[in-house]
């Protein structure tokens, strides 16, 4: 028998409103999963702090959909007086004094946060494998050898395995969106600057997107008007507010990018996608089949690592050893960096750095970094050209299911340099962008993705509801999941 956590935010919300459940019994129980589950998804839970927040809750407020509803937070979002590593130890004790900008808006909302999430080291991964806390497991695999992604991975965890109805990550190139695919839920990032990014550790900030997960596309619509609105603290807020759209679009055209479609083998992810381009156009939609330069699509990953880990090493610049992680003993401020930097951060780390420094080397930044900015504003360009046609571009979101975790991707295959990152298109154009579960392999959930205009973020939503309702995967949680 399902438990009224399972729901979506709606139904629980209805729940509490009739008051068949309480905040405290909700949270409770959320704590509960949370400790029962061995996919190591948290940093730490937050059991004190939530059951006292959830205590004081006791009138339900019926225009407010988030009132009294658990929730995780990717543990790279700042959290007054709650320590926030980022999945490294050169953070280890690093408490801040203040909450992000999106933890204050849940705050006002009366969501309850119930635990920090794991994640890869300082958001720099796509596995859930680097973090100082070990592994993330996908809640699918009972046998714990398959990926969930990353590196929003504790995040992910937490609402497909049931713990949590929503978690918050971040989103530089796919990291919400990916792991989506891999636990079928559904994963939004929206318009570059729709929601603050203060209070989100920055990794490369012209990429980076506050995202989360849910079980339904509604449900990402609810947050969006929770968590979307300027903020005079990030000044690449937008100015203009969300709102959702009343109806849902009757008709669209949509654009399948075949270098991209003719990248993925996996004929289950094929049979599965063609069958929802039949079922779309049956709903009134155009879906179309269109060229994008090759060359371009080669470009991604390249062009991502470039950008990323150049902004990335400037951004952690004061992870010194002196503004900010563990002191060490030495005769020069070199000596003292030296030994933080080589205990506090994992290989993957220092790889990302040494690539970041010398890409922005003096005698390296035209042919490097600057190069990699016009090949970013090319791909941008492309793009723009196929929305003046289309309302929006639809794929594949991955081209397998969960990978195992000893298998290797060849990062110089079509399939890995394109159907492998091509979601990271949605983050070098700032473009709103989501996957919806499409489908099952055995018993591994795949996804799809849908990317649309910028600002167009209410459009997005609203197909992507119809998209949804073709599909007809909806609130889905792993059946190994702590519910059980």
């Not at 339900?60 to 995780?72: F, H, R, S, T, V």
């Not at 933890?103 to 958001?123: F, N, P, S």
């Not at 990248?263 to 709903?283: D, M, R």
Request: hydrophobic share 40%; net charge negative.
């Amino acid at each position: 028998m399902k438990h009224i956590l399972d729901g979506t935010l709606v139904s629980i919300h209805e729940a509490l409103v009739r008051r068949e459940i309480t905040p405290l019994a909700l949270t409770q129980e959320a704590l509960r999963r949370a400790k029962a589950n061995d996919d190591n998804a948290f940093e730490l839970l937050l059991e004190e702090e939530a059951l006292a927040f959830a205590q004081t809750l006791t009138t339900p407020e019926p225009d407010n959909l988030l009132w009294g509803i658990p929730y995780a937070l990717k543990d790279n979002f700042s959290t007054k007086g709650i320590e926030t590593t980022a999945g490294s130890d050169i953070l280890k004790g690093y408490v801040p004094l203040y909450d992000a900008a999106v933890v204050e808006r849940l705050q006002h909302a009366k969501a309850i946060l119930i635990g920090k999430t794991t994640l890869d080291e300082l958001a720099m991964g796509g596995t859930g494998m680097t973090g100082h806390k070990g592994v993330q497991t996908n809640p699918y695999d009972p046998t714990h050898t398959r990926q969930i992604g990353g590196s929003s991975s504790g995040s992910a965890v937490a609402v497909s395995a049931g713990i949590v109805p929503f978690a918050l990550g971040s989103d530089t190139g796919d990291s919400v969106r990916k792991p989506a695919s891999y636990v079928g839920l559904v994963g939004f990032k929206p318009t570059w600057g729709r929601i603050s990014r203060y209070g989100l550790f920055p990794f490369a900030p012209s990429l980076d997107h506050v995202a989360y997960f849910t079980r339904s596309v509604e449900d990402a619509e609810i947050l969006l008007s929770v968590l979307a609105g300027q903020d005079q603290r990030d000044a690449t807020t937008l100015t203009s507010p969300f709102r959702p759209l009343n109806n849902v679009p009757s008709t669209a055209k949509l654009a399948v990018l075949k270098p991209v479609l003719d990248s993925i083998k996996n004929p289950t992810i094929l049979k599965a996608f063609e069958t929802s381009i039949e079922g779309l156009k049956h709903a009134g939609f155009t879906v179309d089949i269109v060229d994008f330069p090759l060359p371009l699509l080669q470009a991604i990953y390249p062009t991502y690592m470039t950008i990323s880990c150049a902004e990335a090493t400037s951004n952690n610049a004061n992870l010194d050893g002196i503004k900010f992680g563990p002191g060490y003993e030495g005769k020069t401020y070199q000596d003292v960096m030296m030994q933080a930097r080589t205990n506090g951060f994992s290989e993957l780390i220092k790889r990302r750095f040494v690539i970041g420094s010398f890409v922005l080397m003096r005698e390296n930044q035209d042919v490097l970094f600057l190069r990699a900015q016009k090949v970013r504003h090319q791909i941008v360009n492309a793009l723009q050209t196929i929305y003046q046609t289309y309302d929006g571009i639809y794929l594949p979101a991955a081209p397998t299911v969960a990978p195992l975790f000893k298998n290797s991707s060849d990062r110089l295959s079509h399939e890995y340099l394109i159907a492998d990152s091509h979601l990271a298109l949605g983050n070098f154009a700032g473009l709103p962008s989501m996957t919806i579960p499409l489908g099952f392999e055995g018993p591994l959930p795949f996804g799809v993705n849908l990317m649309t205009r910028a600002f167009e973020d209410d459009r997005c939503l609203a197909m992507g509801k119809t998209i949804e309702s073709v599909i007809g995967l909806r609130n889905l949680i792993a059946p190994l999941g702590a519910s059980t």
